[in-house]
Nanobody, 120 residues
Framework: QVQLVESGGGLVQAGGSLRLSCVASETAFSAFSMNWFRQAPGKQRDMVATVSSDGRTTYAESVKGRFTISGDNAKKMVYLQMDSLKPEDTAVYYC??????????????WGQGTQVTVSW
């Protein structure tokens, strides 16, 4: 069973930066996609950023120009650089990877979440 572990969350003032990291436990399979989601209290979990195996990135409109996702498929690591943070970015951030193979199929694996709190 692949396990994902996130780190890097914390408390920061508005306008500040944080960098989240996520690493998957050892697996022989590749990551088809590496993703960050977030969930604020009382709200649904939303996609924040995605990087596919071919390097294409996708961002939620609310974070474009402020957040940058990067991934290392060989190391099964994904990062989220968050700049110009706003109080509305406060949420639990989750890492998700689709891991498998084209001939086998891909499974979703989720991390336990890391809290990001942005204060005025």
């Amino acid at each position: 069973q692949v396990q994902l572990v996130e780190s890097g969350g914390g408390l920061v003032q508005a306008g500040g930066s944080l960098r989240l990291s996520c690493v998957a436990s050892e697996t022989a399979f590749s990551a088809f996609s590496m993703n960050w989601f977030r969930q604020a209290p009382g709200k649904q979990r939303d996609m924040v950023a995605t990087v596919s195996s071919d390097g294409r990135t996708t961002y939620a409109e609310s974070v474009k120009g402020r957040f940058t996702i990067s991934g290392d498929n060989a190391k099964k690591m994904v990062y989220l650089q968050m700049d110009s943070l706003k109080p509305e970015d406060t949420a639990v951030y989750y890492c998700m990877m689709e891991i498998g193979a084209s001939w086998y199929g891909y499974d979703e694996y989720w991390g336990q979440g890391t809290q990001v709190t942005v204060s005025w």
